[in-house]
């Protein structure tokens, strides 16, 4: 199975700040990623698909990069609706996720 | 409204099976492949599979292999996920999901269901 390594584990940051997450896989997936926002008590919200492409009515501060086995999550400016949980997902060999980055107000 | 409307709780002894149903409605059943996805507390998600709606072939993650099985009833939009074999590690929110793609080749996850939550206890 390919193991998806995301880091950090939790973020810690304020409103407006710039924000990357990262994912890792053990071999490549091409840019068959995805990743998801999950807040509390609720299914995950599809964000970003094919590495970087932004999924309809996703705020344009989500963009996503990479391509192989190294990939990036990026919020431009930081906005309260954004504390979350993040995952990445790849969909190259079957699926396996991440186990997520929480990010927290600092 | 396009959404996957899922059973409700359950609470299973350990050895014992547990079956979810997801109900589709809003968008054309055949056309998208479901996958199921698992969430245990705290933790990632975890794959255990998918089904394609339209023929009901499936394909499972290998870890659940011999105790997963996927179907569908197409004549009431619905798609069951049966686990067995339960035991305490099993205990989880089990999503069912529809990857955006109809051509059933870029598997990204566009529509979940609010869960099934699954509880092993002796």
């Known amino acids: 199975d390919i193991q998806m390594t995301q880091s950090p584990s939790t973020l810690s940051a304020s409103v407006g700040d710039r924000v990357t997450i990262t994912c890792r896989a053990s071999q490549s997936v091409r840019s068959w990623l995805a990743w998801y926002q999950q807040k509390p008590g609720k299914a995950p919200q599809l964000l970003i698909y094919k590495a970087s492409t932004l999924e309809s009515g996703v705020p344009s501060r989500f963009s996503g990069r990479g391509s192989g086995t190294d990939f990036t999550l990026s919020i431009s400016s930081l906005q309260p609706d954004d504390f979350a949980t993040y995952f990445c997902?790849?969909?190259?060999?079957?699926?396996?996720f991440g186990r997520g980055t929480k990010v927290e107000i600092k | 409204q396009v959404q996957l409307v899922q059973s409700g709780a359950e609470v299973k002894k350990p050895g014992a099976s547990v079956k979810v149903s997801c109900r589709a409605s809003?968008?054309?059943?055949?056309?998208?492949?479901i996958h199921w996805v698992r969430q245990a507390p705290g933790q990632g998600p975890e794959w255990l599979g998918w089904?394609?709606?339209?023929?009901?072939?499936?394909t499972y993650a290998q870890k659940f292999q011999g105790r997963v099985t996927m179907t569908r009833d197409t004549s009431i939009t619905t798609a069951y996920m049966e686990l067995s074999g339960l035991t305490i590690d099993d205990t989880a929110l089990y999503y069912c999901?529809?990857?955006?793609?109809?051509?059933?080749?870029?598997?990204?996850?566009?529509?979940w269901g609010r869960g099934t939550l699954v509880t092993v206890s002796s």
């Open positions: 809003g968008y054309t059943f055949t056309d998208y492949h």
């Open positions: 997902h790849q969909y190259h060999i079957n699926s396996t």
């Open positions: 089904i394609n709606p339209e023929n009901g072939g499936a």
């Open positions: 999901t529809r990857i955006g793609d109809s051509y059933g080749v870029d598997w990204y996850l566009d529509l």
